[in-house]
């Protein structure tokens, strides 16, 4: 099993809809997680992250974390064209203390 | 814009030579990490610095090497490179070690 897992899509969202993206980790003793946004030719854009069971909002964007489950979300609301990226979820591993990436999800905004 | 800035911007390279890559890590920032991302895929851990010594290593090769200066800023080396090591190479700067901040990458061609 990979360590952190991300369908790899694409995920493609009508403008304005709820665009939902999610990521598996392994190591079941992870604190910490991270989304970040990369557009195509740039480097990656950290967007949020989160170390509490539950929701983080911050204004378009809600991550969620359930550690029972082992799982991460990021939601985004009013989805725009701009918001068309590969979003990678990343995990701060608690076995080893190094942050692992998934290999990214491409969403597609539809206008 | 992180602050975060890396030369060169775009290299070529033939296979068994060596490379020196830098970065100029975000003001107030002492910790600079390394990854390695290839197309298609998340960023590869490839190590961290903290105040000058390494503390943290993926599974890269020892031809992987980097160093921290005392203002901060890092060089990757790498020697006797491959076809294989023609990525994005990606520094990033941390206040806490944790949540990473990127600067713009390396594109690595190696022929």
């Known amino acids: 099993q990979k360590e952190v897992e991300q369908n790899s899509g694409p995920l493609s969202v009508p403008e304005g809809a709820i665009a939902s993206l999610n990521c598996t980790y392994s190591?079941?003793?992870?604190?910490?997680f991270f989304w970040y946004r990369q557009y195509s030719g740039k480097s990656p854009e950290l967007i949020m992250f989160?170390?509490?069971?539950g929701d983080k909002e911050d204004g378009r964007f809600t991550a969620q974390l359930n550690k029972a489950s082992q799982y991460v979300s990021l939601l985004i609301r009013d989805s725009q064209p701009s918001d068309s990226a590969t979003y990678l979820c990343?995990?701060?591993?608690?076995?080893?203390?190094?942050?692992?990436f998934g290999k990214g999800t491409r969403l597609h905004i539809l206008p | 814009e992180t602050g975060v800035t890396q030369s060169p911007t775009h290299l070529i390279k033939t296979r068994g030579q060596q490379v020196t890559l830098r970065c100029s890590s975000q003001?107030?920032?002492?910790?600079v990490s390394w990854y390695q991302q290839a197309l298609g895929q998340g960023p590869q851990f490839i190590f961290q610095?903290?105040?000058?010594?390494?503390?943290g290593r993926g599974n890269f090769p020892p031809r992987f090497s980097g160093l921290q200066f005392p203002n901060y800023s890092s060089e990757l080396n790498v020697n006797a490179l491959e076809l294989d090591d023609s990525a994005l190479y990606l520094c990033?700067?941390?206040?806490?070690?944790?949540?990473?901040?990127f600067g713009p990458g390396t594109r690595l061609t190696v022929t």
């Open positions: 610095y903290y105040r000058e010594e390494e503390n």
């Open positions: 190591d079941r003793g992870s604190q910490s």
């Open positions: 003001s107030g920032h002492n910790t």
């Open positions: 989160i170390y509490s069971n």
């Open positions: 990343a995990g701060l591993m608690n076995r080893d203390d190094k942050i692992i």
């Open positions: 990033a700067s941390s206040p806490t070690g944790v949540e990473q901040y």
